[in-house]
């Protein structure tokens, strides 16, 4: 069933197969898959881009049975992870191009309402990091400041 408020159309696609074990047709071994996550993670891609083009082009479905951790986990190690996570830097990119289009059209109503729940999502998911102390505890969000950090 769709969802009321949303516009998304309900939960149906393709699941994850249950069984957690590496296909027989993955032809490569758990260390040329670092050496690829590394090489990409170089070339600025976040682990969500990571992940699609290891999938999509090198034929890996996932990178945890491989090497029983995440990719974020592996580049938390190799310190290539970037200061703020991933789906943060994303909302904030997207409350960046709601404002700049709302001070060309003062009056959409409906952009208004999509700044307003992007940036509570953006105060929700602060207080998490904050709890599980992967945001410094003084560290805040002020729209004009992380506009200067992401751009």
């Not at 830097?89 to 309402?113: G, P």
């Not at 929700?124 to 751009?151: C, F, G, M, N, Q």
Request: hydrophobic letters at 35%.
């Amino acid at each position: 069933m769709g969802r009321m408020y949303s516009g998304a159309r309900g939960k149906s696609g393709s699941k994850r197969p249950s069984k957690k074990t590496v296909p027989g047709w993955v032809r490569y071994k758990p260390k040329e898959v670092e050496m690829l996550i590394i090489k990409l993670a170089k070339e600025k891609y976040t682990p969500s881009q990571i992940g699609i083009t290891l999938r999509d082009t090198y034929g890996i479905p996932s990178v945890r049975v491989l090497l029983n951790k995440s990719i974020t986990q592996l580049l938390e190690e190799k310190k290539l992870l970037g200061a703020l996570p991933e789906d943060l830097m994303a909302l904030i990119k997207r409350s960046i191009m709601l404002k700049k289009h709302l001070e060309e059209n003062k009056k959409d109503e409906v952009a208004k309402r999509g700044l307003n729940l992007t940036e509570s999502k953006i105060k929700r998911i602060v207080k998490y990091y904050k709890a599980t102390e992967v945001l410094s505890a003084d560290w805040t969000y002020d729209p004009d400041k992380v506009r200067l950090l992401i751009e």
